[in-house]
């Protein structure tokens, strides 16, 4: 079983950054992709971003590239988000997740381990 906690989140203006953290409890996530998902209010939850077990490959949703980078330190147990040039339109719950398989992929259904997610609210 894997507990992830995410971090992070908070308000912040249009324009503004935040980074996003994701820790595992109790099992190392160096063997996991990870992911980060988002969902806003009264919208189905959506992919954001992936990275593979070692960081080599990194997986993007066209509404953040450019402006949000995923990585990771499995020294540290943890997967970051930085988001920069935020909107209004990223306001949303953001939740971590962890997937067995080798390569990014952009499916819900496809990890099998969720944070409780954190909050990340963008004002204009």
């Known amino acids: 079983q894997v507990q992830l906690v995410e971090s992070g989140g908070g308000l912040v203006q249009a324009g503004g950054s935040l980074r996003l953290s994701c820790t595992a409890l109790?099992?190392?996530?160096?063997?996991?992709?990870m992911a980060w998902f988002r969902q806003a209010p009264g919208k189905e939850r959506e992919f954001v971003a992936a990275i593979s077990w070692r960081g080599g490959n990194t997986y993007y949703a066209d509404s953040v590239k450019g402006r949000f980078t995923i990585s990771r330190d499995n020294a540290k147990n943890t997967v970051y988000l930085q988001m920069t040039s935020l909107k209004p339109g990223d306001t949303a719950v953001f939740y971590c997740?962890?997937?067995?398989?080798?390569?990014?992929?952009?499916?819900?259904?496809?990890?099998?381990?969720w944070g409780q997610g954190t909050q990340v609210t963008v004002s204009s």
């Open positions: 109790g099992r190392t996530l160096s063997s996991y992709t």
């Open positions: 997740a962890a997937d067995s398989w080798a390569n990014p992929r952009d499916r819900e259904y496809d990890y099998d381990y």
